[in-house]
């Protein structure tokens, strides 16, 4: 039982995950590879207010979204300009500084030795101490996520996303100020991705600097493009698949590290064969 | 003499990003997307150099050749079976980026399951890894040798791409490919070609990579964003495009660890690229 509450847990911080990273790159079109970056903020924000400074966690859930928003903001204001594969560049080069910052600054995150002994959350007495309170807790936020996402997709804010989506420059000739459009989701994006990462960083109890690499930001990509672009349906869809397949390979007892390289492969062949085969993916109504 | 070591050093790495940014430029001009494949096969490059000459202790000279060959063979097969596919449907360059980046994931993965995660030098013993002596300056044999071989293999496509059949096909095909195919130039069989030419520089920079300092299977996308860099901020339209961006890259990568330190390095093509976007987005030099 306690592994199906762990299960959830990590659907629901995934799914919350995936469900920015479409509003992102599937609602606009931007194709971001930072989001493993904004969910490393996310957590290490909580992880340092925590065990350095006595914030409760249930605090930093708030304080997490506005610090990786207003990053986000600092570094869209050039971002929002590119477009496309230079976006791409754009976002990872942000990823690559971030890794590099999270693994150097040792004073302020602990580099590679991390940050240990993260609280959980608790309020008015009660702590998130057990599986099943804090699936319960995370299944809330992931709640609050998606009702944020289906009011931003069905708003007039969304349907300007969906254009630029499609074609910035028309939209730009009807007045738009596209870089606005796009700098703002990319802050409500990143905002979102921070809350999975307290989630995480209050769940595992302990974070380092190689857990924010590219290769979670491929899972999302992975997941994103697998349940379809543009869907929120999607996205939860996409996060629910590539966290239950995989687990079932736990089953087969490979050694911890070979499984995690499988996977990383899986990933990678599954969006050359999404790209070929199924560029919409499970529910998407939009093609790349 | 420290200045003359540096400027050694500049050289030496100038020329090891002037090679990858010069691979990296043949795809990117011909079929215009980021072809992440890239940094697969420099890793390839280097685990097969590993494989043939430290496994199968064949003779090194062999087993570069061996190595590099497989490289170029690995983007080949690449644009055979994924790309070649995507351009007939011409689909948008973001479906061919993103599939070159899972090309990248997935071979970085397959080579870690087979190699490990630790990371994997090529030179059999220490006395592999021999120094030579430049007027009181020293440089390891193999930089030596890539400042050597680099400068032919960049006079070599230069003549190549100005003055064979193929050079011409290739700066058709990246003028307008459509209109090449019109006039009857294979644009199928040179786009191969490319890419194979293309595997071969990035195997060629795995295998100094695994002399120097070693590999690990997240190198390939380590290596990419200044090979990106370099390429981009030199010119993308332009051959010697690639060399001049390197050489930038290789020179504020120098400032930066003489005024902030090392380990700051890998901000700078980052810092370079974002400068560059807004400045002058085309780079420095034109076709």
Request: hydrophobic share 55%; charged share 10%.
């Given at each position: 039982?306690?592994?199906l509450?762990?299960?959830?847990?990590?659907?629901?911080?995934?799914?919350?995950?995936?469900?920015?990273?479409?509003?992102?790159?599937g609602?606009?079109?931007l194709?971001?590879?930072?989001?493993?970056a904004?969910?490393?903020?996310?957590?290490?924000?909580?992880?340092?207010?925590?065990?350095?400074?006595?914030?409760?966690?249930?605090?930093?859930?708030?304080?997490?979204?506005?610090a990786?928003?207003?990053?986000?903001?600092?570094?869209?204001?050039?971002?929002?300009?590119?477009?496309?594969?230079?976006?791409m560049?754009?976002?990872?080069?942000?990823?690559?500084?971030?890794?590099?910052?999270?693994?150097?600054?040792?004073?302020f995150?602990?580099?590679?030795?991390g940050?240990?002994?993260?609280?959980?959350?608790?309020?008015?007495?009660?702590?998130?101490?057990?599986?099943?309170?804090?699936?319960?807790?995370?299944?809330?936020?992931?709640?609050?996520?998606?009702?944020i996402?289906?009011?931003?997709?069905?708003?007039?804010?969304?349907r300007?996303?969906?254009?630029?989506?499609?074609?910035?420059?028309?939209?730009?000739?009807?007045?738009?100020?596209?870089?606005?459009?796009?700098?703002?989701?990319f802050a409500i994006g990143?905002?979102?991705?921070?809350?999975?990462?307290?989630?995480?960083?209050?769940?595992?109890?302990?974070?380092?600097?190689?857990?924010?690499?590219?290769?979670?930001?491929?899972?999302?990509?992975?997941?994103?493009?697998?349940?379809?672009?543009?869907?929120?349906?999607?996205?939860?869809?996409?996060?629910?698949l590539?966290?239950?397949?995989?687990?079932?390979?736990?089953?087969i007892?490979?050694?911890?590290?070979?499984?995690?390289?499988?996977r990383?492969?899986?990933?990678?062949?599954?969006?050359?064969?999404?790209?070929?085969y199924?560029?919409?993916?499970?529910?998407?109504?939009?093609?790349? | 003499?420290?200045?003359?070591?540096?400027?050694?050093?500049?050289?030496?790495?100038?020329m090891?990003?002037?090679?990858m940014?010069?691979?990296?430029?043949?795809?990117?001009?011909?079929?215009?997307?980021?072809?992440?494949?890239?940094?697969?096969?420099?890793?390839?490059?280097?685990?097969?150099?590993?494989?043939?000459?430290?496994?199968?202790?064949?003779?090194?000279?062999?087993?570069?050749?061996?190595?590099?060959?497989?490289?170029g063979?690995?983007?080949f097969?690449c644009?055979?079976?994924?790309?070649?596919?995507?351009?007939?449907?011409?689909?948008?360059?973001?479906?061919?980026?993103i599939?070159?980046?899972?090309?990248?994931?997935?071979?970085?993965?397959?080579?870690?399951?087979?190699?490990?995660?630790q990371?994997?030098?090529?030179?059999r013993?220490?006395?592999?890894?021999?120094t030579?002596?430049?007027?009181g300056?020293?440089?390891?044999?193999?930089?030596?040798?890539?400042?050597?071989?680099?400068?032919?293999?960049?006079?070599?496509?230069?003549?190549?791409?100005?003055?064979?059949?193929?050079?011409?096909?290739?700066?058709a095909?990246?003028?307008?490919?459509?209109?090449?195919?019109?006039?009857?130039?294979?644009?199928?069989?040179?786009?191969?070609?490319?890419?194979?030419?293309?595997?071969?520089c990035?195997?060629?920079?795995?295998?100094?990579?695994?002399?120097n300092?070693?590999l690990?299977?997240?190198?390939?996308?380590?290596?990419?964003?200044p090979?990106?860099?370099?390429?981009?901020?030199g010119?993308?339209?332009?051959?010697?495009?690639?060399?001049?961006?390197?050489f930038?890259?290789?020179?504020?990568?120098?400032?930066?660890?003489?005024?902030?330190?090392?380990?700051?390095?890998?901000?700078?093509?980052f810092?370079?690229?974002?400068?560059?976007?807004?400045?002058?987005?085309?780079?420095?030099?034109?076709?």
């Amino acid at each position: 039982m306690e592994y199906l509450y762990h299960i959830l847990i990590l659907i629901s911080m995934y799914g919350i995950l995936a469900l920015a990273q479409n509003l992102v790159m599937g609602t606009t079109g931007l194709l971001t590879i930072a989001g493993a970056a904004f969910y490393g903020i996310g957590a290490y924000t909580a992880a340092i207010l925590a065990t350095k400074f006595g914030f409760n966690i249930f605090s930093t859930l708030f304080i997490a979204p506005l610090a990786a928003g207003l990053i986000a903001l600092m570094v869209g204001e050039s971002f929002a300009r590119f477009r496309d594969d230079y976006f791409m560049l754009a976002t990872l080069g942000f990823l690559m500084i971030f890794n590099t910052v999270a693994r150097n600054w040792e004073d302020f995150t602990g580099g590679s030795y991390g940050i240990a002994g993260i609280p959980k959350p608790h309020i008015f007495g009660f702590v998130f101490d057990t599986p099943l309170s804090f699936m319960w807790l995370s299944l809330v936020i992931i709640m609050i996520v998606t009702t944020i996402t289906y009011f931003i997709s069905r708003s007039s804010f969304g349907r300007v996303l969906n254009a630029i989506r499609e074609d910035e420059d028309a939209l730009s000739v009807f007045g738009y100020k596209t870089s606005t459009y796009k700098l703002l989701v990319f802050a409500i994006g990143a905002a979102l991705s921070s809350l999975s990462g307290v989630l995480f960083a209050s769940y595992l109890t302990f974070i380092d600097s190689n857990l924010f690499t590219v290769n979670e930001s491929i899972l999302l990509w992975a997941m994103v493009i697998l349940g379809g672009l543009a869907k929120n349906r999607g996205a939860l869809l996409g996060a629910l698949l590539l966290i239950v397949i995989p687990e079932g390979l736990r089953f087969i007892g490979f050694p911890v590290e070979f499984a995690a390289l499988l996977r990383q492969c899986m990933y990678g062949l599954l969006l050359v064969f999404l790209m070929l085969y199924r560029p919409k993916g499970i529910l998407g109504t939009y093609k790349l | 003499m420290i200045t003359w070591q540096i400027f050694l050093y500049i050289i030496s790495s100038g020329m090891y990003f002037s090679l990858m940014a010069l691979g990296f430029g043949f795809t990117l001009r011909s079929v215009k997307f980021f072809n992440l494949a890239y940094g697969g096969a420099f890793l390839v490059g280097g685990y097969m150099m590993f494989f043939f000459y430290r496994s199968l202790s064949i003779f090194f000279p062999a087993a570069l050749l061996f190595s590099i060959i497989t490289s170029g063979l690995y983007l080949f097969l690449c644009y055979i079976f994924i790309f070649r596919a995507l351009l007939r449907r011409k689909a948008k360059s973001l479906v061919l980026l993103i599939a070159s980046f899972g090309v990248l994931v997935a071979t970085s993965a397959i080579l870690g399951m087979i190699f490990g995660n630790q990371p994997t030098f090529v030179p059999r013993r220490l006395s592999d890894v021999g120094t030579v002596n430049i007027l009181g300056a020293t440089l390891n044999t193999s930089e030596f040798f890539l400042i050597i071989f680099a400068f032919i293999i960049i006079v070599t496509f230069s003549y190549m791409r100005f003055h064979t059949r193929f050079g011409r096909a290739t700066r058709a095909i990246e003028d307008d490919s459509e209109v090449a195919e019109l006039v009857g130039i294979p644009k199928d069989k040179t786009i191969s070609r490319i890419f194979f030419i293309s595997g071969i520089c990035a195997g060629l920079g795995g295998v100094v990579e695994g002399l120097n300092s070693g590999l690990i299977p997240a190198s390939g996308l380590f290596y990419m964003l200044p090979t990106i860099v370099a390429a981009v901020v030199g010119g993308m339209q332009s051959f010697w495009g690639g060399i001049l961006g390197a050489f930038i890259l290789v020179i504020v990568q120098q400032l930066t660890i003489f005024f902030f330190g090392a380990s700051w390095v890998q901000a700078v093509p980052f810092a370079i690229l974002i400068i560059m976007l807004f400045v002058r987005p085309e780079g420095i030099l034109k076709r």
